[in-house]
């Protein structure tokens, strides 16, 4: 078989692996709710532990940065993709409206007071964006997501007023934006402003009311050039202590990325520089260290033959150090097996080094930075194949040791109106921990109608010292199906598996998160002539619903529906 | 073999799950196949909705009305879209006369051609109620109406329609459909009549 189709093959291959089923996710940010492939627990849109199996340490995705997060958005110490103010890049009109199944309607009627079940909460989402006139567009959008928010009355006792855009819920965040953009052949440019609610998780394991307003983001995309500047006014509050903060902040970034003519190169440099600049007033409950981080970067490709790359992203700064690095090699002697080994490293100070040095609480200042640093290996094989013209398969091994990781040293539980909170220090864990994971995967398709995925993993770590946050899940197994039909109407379900999780630092007690069967599926009629999308997903049809995160809500059976038009 | 992979590869890619979710309208051939609203039509509708099961115990019988449109989507499937209201009286004693529900739905006809001229239909439903009263206290019985509530469901329906003049019919339909409610789901069967305008 010829590398061309080992390529195909292998992105295919990929795609079955590390992606997650295609149902739709209830907001952009939160796929973390469907997929498969690993331990993915959420407590909130704003908070959640997203772990892919064999990713290889014991932090989730999301606490580590990298370059390709410039755009997320940083929730206290966790880069997240919601709440995204990444524009929609496609002209068209938009709406998304759902509910957490349950509300009684007339079952009211046939039930006590006492016997009522927890309020269900709805989600909503409209926007727009026009097309280009003279190069110029504009753009709206507001979106909420009210669920995991049954302990509303934890945060009504910390925000007196209302604390979002829409409805009495007090979600977890509510965001609404508008703004002009301008793009032709050489600038793609666009500033946005508005306001934004939202509640940040932080390692005390407190809920910490934040009101942005206003935010505004400017971007402007150049030749090889992105850059980035936000300005945030941000309001703190706890009016049970009556505190209230401010945090004026700007930050962003800036990056050379490789051009079309460098990426066909043997040798591929970026570089970029992110950045952050506060000015703190009142009772602001995080701080960082100087007020300012300054992070300059630097990441390479190397290949010099067409089996063999190399990739380094380098970061340093006055405090920290950040390197990821990997080899992969395509074994030529098995190119007919399709044989691929590849190691990756990642070592530094921190997993993320633009991210607050401090929380402050009650009169304890918790140290978010560790002394030492953590140190990543991983080695892999993968093996894959496609047997027929509608079946391939694969199987990945790997094994991992990590030394010097970062953990959270408990001081002391305490109580925190209902939840439990936690004293301490962000630290490490001296010694090595180690891992071995296996992964197999099997592809079924028919033309464009119909594409299937079956994939089961393992994962067993272990180490002389076990303060891991949370022990992910040991095995998982996932089918996913994908139909199209008359190109036009698609089905999209993920049955899956995960086994027990644990988190183990933030509770007095370590929360078992309970192995479950989960199901979700999306219905989609699309008009292709029109530009229209109709869909329904049903989210959390199985399993039980449970809290996943400590002080988190629960993940509840829902319904989300999106109209979409695009112009 | 070559040319296969690429163009599953790519089809996937592009069709079943694109990070640009208008995608599909880069397919050139679901353009030139897509037959949607080739034709379409309004209807009005009426006739009675029965609450099924423990509901019966909740609330009465009643009547219901309602708007349409019918739409090509296949040849064969049609979508449809409604909209309907009722007013149901609460069956134990509750302190407001009724409750107000607005009804919507989302969903297909598939005109099976061996079952002609019954017509089978399935889709989403999504159910708006407030209570017929101001000030009612929420930890009474009924009280969680007081406040708006929302829920969805789904519905499944048998249409017949018997009667064919140029642009206009009528016929008889039978619904039956699921409220995802708590602590119990609530199921209903509403049987009634359909007038219906061809607009093109």
């Known amino acids: 078989m010829n590398s061309f189709v080992n390529k195909i093959i292998s992105a295919l291959a990929i795609a079955s692996t590390s992606v997650f089923a295609s149902v739709d996710p209830e907001m952009d940010g939160m796929d973390v709710v469907s997929r498969d492939d690993g331990t993915f627990l959420v407590g909130s849109p704003t908070f959640y532990f997203d772990r892919p199996n064999g990713a290889g340490g014991i932090h989730s995705e999301s606490e580590l940065w990298t370059p390709r997060k410039l755009h997320y958005r940083l929730l206290f110490n966790r880069m997240s993709v919601l709440p995204s103010w990444n524009p929609i890049e496609t002209p068209s009109i938009w709406m998304k409206t759902g509910n957490e199944l349950g509300d009684m309607i007339y079952q009211d009627f046939l039930t006590d007071a006492a016997d009522r079940p927890d309020n269900r909460t709805p989600i909503l989402e409209g926007g727009f964006r026009t097309p280009l006139f003279h190069g110029f567009w504009a753009?709206?959008?507001?979106?909420?997501?009210?669920?995991?928010?049954?302990?509303?009355?934890?945060?009504?006792?910390?925000?007196?007023?209302?604390?979002?855009?829409?409805?009495?819920?007090?979600?977890?965040?509510?965001?609404?934006?508008?703004?002009?953009?301008?793009?032709?052949?050489?600038?793609?440019?666009?500033?946005?402003?508005?306001?934004?609610?939202?509640?940040?998780?932080?390692?005390?394991?407190?809920?910490?009311?934040?009101?942005?307003?206003?935010?505004?983001?400017?971007?402007?995309?150049?030749?090889?050039?992105?850059?980035?500047?936000?300005?945030?006014?941000?309001?703190?509050?706890?009016?049970?202590?009556?505190?209230?903060?401010?945090?004026?902040?700007?930050?962003?970034?800036?990056?050379?990325?490789?051009?079309?003519?460098?990426?066909?190169?043997?040798?591929q440099l970026s570089a970029g520089l992110a950045?952050?600049?506060?000015?703190?007033?009142?009772?602001?409950?995080?701080?960082?260290?100087?007020?300012?981080?300054?992070?300059?970067?630097?990441?390479?490709?190397?290949?010099?033959?067409?089996?063999?790359?190399?990739?380094?992203?380098?970061?340093?700064?006055?405090?920290?150090?950040?390197?990821?690095?990997?080899?992969?090699?395509q074994v030529p002697a098995l190119e007919k097996m399709n044989i691929t080994v590849g190691a990756k490293n990642i070592s530094g100070t921190r997993l993320n080094p633009i991210a607050d040095t401090y929380e402050f609480f009650d009169g304890d200042t918790v140290s978010l930075t560790a002394d030492g640093r953590m140190n990543l290996l991983q080695g892999y094989v993968r093996f894959e194949d496609t047997l027929s013209t509608f079946l391939s398969f694969g199987l990945q091994g790997s094994f991992w040791a990590e030394h010097g990781a970062e953990t959270f040293d408990v001081e002391k539980?305490?109580?925190?109106?209902?939840?439990?909170?936690?004293?301490?220090?962000?630290?490490?864990?001296?010694?090595?921990?180690?891992?071995?994971?296996?992964?197999?995967?099997?592809?079924?398709?028919?033309?464009?109608?119909?594409?299937?995925?079956?994939?089961?993993?393992?994962?067993?770590?272990?180490?002389?010292?076990?303060?891991?946050?949370?022990?992910?899940?040991?095995?998982?197994?996932?089918?996913?199906?994908?139909?199209?039909?008359?190109?036009?109407?698609?089905?999209?379900?993920s049955i899956r598996y995960r086994s027990d999780a644990e988190w183990n630092l933030r509770s007095r007690d370590p929360l078992v998160v309970k192995g479950d069967w989960f199901w979700d599926v999306t219905f989609e009629q699309r008009f292709p002539k029109y530009g229209i999308s109709l869909a329904g997903t049903l989210i959390q049809v199985l399993g039980d619903e449970v809290i996943e995160t400590p002080n988190g809500g629960y993940s509840r059976f829902r319904f989300v529906c999106t109209a979409k038009k695009a112009f | 073999m070559k040319k296969l992979i690429t163009i599953l590869a790519i089809s996937l890619a592009s069709l079943l799950h694109a990070e640009d979710s208008f995608a599909f309208m880069n397919d050139s051939l679901a353009v030139k196949e897509d037959v949607s609203f080739s034709h379409f039509a309004v209807f009005l509708e009426g006739g009675e909705i029965y609450p099924m099961g423990d509901l019966q115990d909740a609330v009465k019988n009643t009547l219901y009305g309602g708007v349409g449109v019918r739409y090509t989507y296949w040849d064969n499937v049609d979508g449809i879209v409604m909209f309907q209201y009722a007013y149901f009286k609460p069956r134990p004693k509750i302190g407001y006369d009724g409750v107000h529900q607005f009804m919507g739905r989302v969903g297909a006809d598939w005109k099976w051609s061996v079952i002609q001229p019954v017509v089978l239909g399935a889709g989403f439903t999504c159910s708006w109620t407030r209570a017929d009263a101001e000030n009612f206290d929420w930890m009474d019985r009924g009280g969680s109406l007081a406040d708006n509530e929302t829920e969805f469901g789904w519905y499944a329906r048998i249409s017949l329609p018997v009667f064919k003049f140029k642009e206009y019919s009528a016929g008889f339909h039978l619904m039956w459909e699921r409220l995802w409610t708590l602590p119990k789901r609530s199921d209903m069967l509403s049987a009634g009549v359909t007038f219906e305008r061809s607009l093109w």
Request: with cysteine; net charge negative; aromatic share 18%.
């Open chain 1, 139 to 267: 753009t709206a959008r507001m979106f909420q997501d009210d669920h995991y928010c049954n302990f509303r009355g934890y945060r009504v006792a910390k925000t007196k007023e209302s604390f979002s855009l829409f409805g009495e819920n007090w979600p977890l965040f509510s965001s609404g934006y508008g703004g002009l953009g301008y793009t032709n052949d050489f600038i793609n440019a666009s500033v946005l402003a508005g306001m934004e609610y939202i509640w940040l998780f932080t390692e005390t394991s407190r809920w910490i009311p934040v009101l942005y307003k206003p935010r505004v983001e400017a971007r402007a995309d150049f030749w090889n050039f992105s850059t980035t500047l936000v300005y945030e006014n941000a309001e703190y509050r706890d009016d049970s202590k009556k505190e209230q903060g401010e945090r004026h902040e700007v930050n962003g970034s800036i990056v050379y990325s490789c051009g079309e003519k460098c990426r066909q190169g043997m040798l």
């Open chain 1, 413 to 493: 539980f305490v109580d925190d109106d209902g939840f439990t909170a936690r004293h301490g220090d962000v630290g490490r864990i001296n010694s090595w921990i180690k891992g071995v994971t296996g992964e197999f995967w099997l592809n079924l398709w028919y033309k464009e109608m119909f594409k299937f995925t079956a994939l089961t993993g393992f994962e067993r770590i272990d180490g002389k010292q076990k303060r891991f946050e949370v022990n992910p899940a040991e095995f998982f197994v996932a089918f996913n199906a994908d139909w199209l039909i008359k190109r036009s109407f698609r089905i999209s379900h």
């Open chain 1, 275 to 329: 950045f952050r600049f506060l000015d703190d007033d009142g009772t602001v409950y995080t701080g960082l260290k100087n007020d300012r981080v300054l992070w300059p970067f630097l990441e390479m490709r190397f290949k010099p033959m067409s089996q063999l790359k190399f990739d380094v992203m380098f970061g340093v700064n006055d405090r920290d150090w950040l390197v990821q690095d990997s080899i992969e090699y």
